[in-house]
């Protein structure tokens, strides 16, 4: 799933890239809120975990992108720092998450991952001044 939402991004991130930004954290949303209310249910946890996996490929990609457009003549610099933020980010989510898990149990993650979402939104409604203008 996250190699199609690549594709989809990438064919379409000129045009939409706010759109996407917003389609793809709300997505993201659905899924965790999904995988916390619904894991009883195998069927919907393989969807749901397929929805993260759409949602959650292409995330690199909208915010180098956004980074790019908010930073113009510096862009080479922003690309750097936004990747190297999101692999830090990555590695202390997972050293965060398995501290979650053993604290607070599984179901945890996806309530965390939620309130984490919920500023990836703020992000992309507050930013469309440079990051995300409206009319991309």
């Known amino acids: 799933m996250a190699l199609g939402s690549i594709l989809l991004v990438g064919t379409h991130i000129d045009g939409h890239l706010r759109r996407l930004a917003a389609a ?5 949303a659905v899924a965790a809120l999904a995988l916390a ?5 195998p069927a919907l946890v393989y969807v749901a ?7 959650f490929g292409s995330s690199a990609t909208l915010f180098i992108t956004a980074a790019i457009h ?3 003549d510096a862009s080479d610099v922003a690309q750097s720092l936004t990747i190297t933020i999101f692999n830090c980010s990555i590695g202390l989510g997972g050293l965060l998450g398995g501290i979650l898990v053993a604290q607070a149990g599984g179901a945890s993650l996806s309530w965390a991952a939620l309130v984490l ?14 990051a995300f203008p409206r009319n991309v």
């Not at 793809?24 to 993201?28: I, M, P």
């Not at 979402?117 to 440079?130: D, E, F, S």
């Open 37 to 41: 209310v619904l894991s009883g249910v």
């Open 70 to 72: 908010a930073t113009a």
């Open 49 to 55: 975990a397929a929805a993260w996996g759409l949602a």
């Open 117 to 130: 979402l919920a500023a990836a939104a703020t992000a992309v409604v507050t930013g469309h001044r440079h």
């Open 24 to 28: 793809s954290t709300v997505l993201f």
